[in-house]
């Protein structure tokens, strides 16, 4: 069954370093998208991502994130300079669309701790 | 701002037992409702629902929505040990991207051999 691939799985990193997390979403899917979820809270839309754009950011997504798809394949979240309360679990999710059944596909995730 | 309240936030029961899930929202232009189930990290997809009274099914678990009275209830039957995991409920508003999901805290299911 195809699924959204993510890595690294767990980073950690000094508070002002940059990072990037990296996600594979499923092959013919259209939609991107960047969550995250820190420790004991809610899930949290971050970004949207769609025709090589961003379609809709959250309040969360500052200066400090951008995201791209620099290839056919890849969907990057970049956070540029590193805070402790950057320190969540980050899914990165894939739709097929409007055409498709309305689900979203989320992968394993990426545990970012910031020290 | 569209809101997701999720209740109970845990629940302890044993196998063989059928549990209520419940989910009410607050959307400004309501599209649908999802549930996920959260084993360890990644969210699973369970259902969408999007017109009131009608019942999705698939094997021992079903959902139906109320769209008068904004809710949605998850309802599991004969439970087993691996029903075990937190479930989400999400919605989207038709005024925002496709895949922005609004989500509710969870709720925590434990389920006892």
């Known amino acids: 069954e195809p699924e959204v691939t993510q890595t690294p799985s767990h980073q950690v990193t000094q508070m002002g370093q940059e990072v990037i997390l990296r996600c594979v979403p499923i092959s013919n899917h259209l939609y991107f998208y960047w969550y995250r979820q820190i420790l004991g809270q809610k899930v949290e839309f971050l970004v949207s991502f769609y025709n090589n754009e961003i379609s809709e950011k959250s309040e969360i997504f500052d200066d400090q994130f951008s995201v791209e798809r620099p290839d056919g394949s890849n969907f990057t979240l970049k956070i540029r300079s590193t805070k402790l309360e950057d320190s969540a679990m980050y899914f990165c999710a894939s739709s097929a669309g409007l055409g498709g059944t309305g689900e979203l596909f989320f992968g394993e995730g990426s545990r970012l701790t910031v020290l | 701002e569209d809101k997701v309240v999720q209740s109970p936030l845990s629940l302890v029961v044993h196998e063989g037992d059928t549990v209520t899930l419940n989910c009410s929202y607050e959307?400004?232009?309501?599209?649908?409702l999802l549930w996920y189930k959260q084993e360890k990290k990644a969210p699973t997809f369970l259902f969408m629902l999007?017109?009131?009274?009608i019942e999705k099914k698939s094997g021992r678990l079903s959902s139906i929505l109320d769209k008068k009275e904004l809710f949605s209830i998850l309802n599991i039957t004969a439970t087993q040990t691996g029903d075990s995991a937190v479930y989400l409920c999400?919605?989207?508003?038709?005024?925002?991207?496709?895949?922005?999901?609004?989500f509710g805290q969870g709720t925590i299911l434990t389920v006892h051999p």
């Open positions: 999007t017109s009131s009274g």
């Open positions: 999400a919605v989207r508003d038709v005024g925002t991207s496709y895949g922005k999901l609004t």
């Open positions: 959307v400004t232009n309501f599209r649908s």
